[in-house]
């Protein structure tokens, strides 16, 4: 598959869409590996990813179905929610908490650019694999100060969100992607249309 192929299948693989089958660590240390050359200002490589499978993957998802209890408030809470957390332990083979290391040399969205970008390079090569895949998922709970406690995250550490991977399930159908025309999002100076 070419890079250029691997950008446009590029989807998220929601955890419901995953067989529970456990994605090899060969599989996983690739993908971190090719996380680690995203782009980054004065080289700060502010990406951290906190990778957890089998019981203590367990015992995270129990941590956010606790969160999610505690901080939702009665008017809002959705007991689906739960027992969709609860699924996860049997669909999702890990779950890589995204954070995000601050170096105070370079603005804070810079950092959390590069971080995206070595996001974006996991899915890339989840992919090109055609059979493994993942979710970016970024829940309010996991964005707040309990939950980087749970971590034991140091002050200049932020949460970004779970990364859940897994392994394709037969019965999943690989959505069509879909964009609006690229040329409408763009200006060129001078107006290429203008010349003579």
């Given at each position: 598959m070419t890079l250029e192929e691997s950008i446009r299948r590029r989807r998220s693989l929601?955890?419901?869409?995953m067989s529970g089958e456990k994605v090899p660590i060969e599989v996983l240390e690739?993908?971190?590996?090719?996380?680690?050359?995203?782009?980054?200002?004065l080289n700060t490589?502010?990406?951290r990813f906190k990778v957890f499978a089998e019981e203590d993957k367990d015992r995270l998802l129990d941590h956010?179905?606790?969160?999610?209890?505690?901080?939702?408030?009665a008017a809002l809470f959705n007991h689906t929610k739960i027992e969709k957390l609860e699924e996860r332990k049997k669909q999702v083979s890990h779950i890589i908490v995204i954070c995000m290391q601050r170096n105070n040399l370079i603005p804070e969205f810079e950092e959390i650019a590069a971080t995206a970008m070595?996001?974006?390079?996991?899915?890339?090569y989840l992919t090109k694999t055609l059979k493994y895949g993942g979710y970016w998922s970024t829940p309010?709970?996991?964005?707040?100060s309990d939950f980087a406690a749970f971590l034991h995250l140091s002050e200049s550490e932020r949460c970004l969100g779970l990364f859940y991977v897994g392994t394709?399930?037969?019965?999943?159908?690989?959505?069509?992607?879909q964009r609006g025309e690229w040329?409408?999002?763009?200006?060129?100076?001078?107006n290429k249309q203008s010349k003579n």
């Open positions: 929601y955890p419901k869409q690739k993908m971190l590996e090719m996380a680690n050359w995203a782009p980054t200002h490589e502010p990406w956010c179905k606790n969160s999610y209890v505690v901080q939702t408030p070595a996001v974006q390079n996991m899915w890339l309010a709970y996991a964005l707040d394709r399930s037969l019965e999943s159908i690989e959505s069509k992607g040329a409408k999002k763009v200006s060129f100076y001078p």
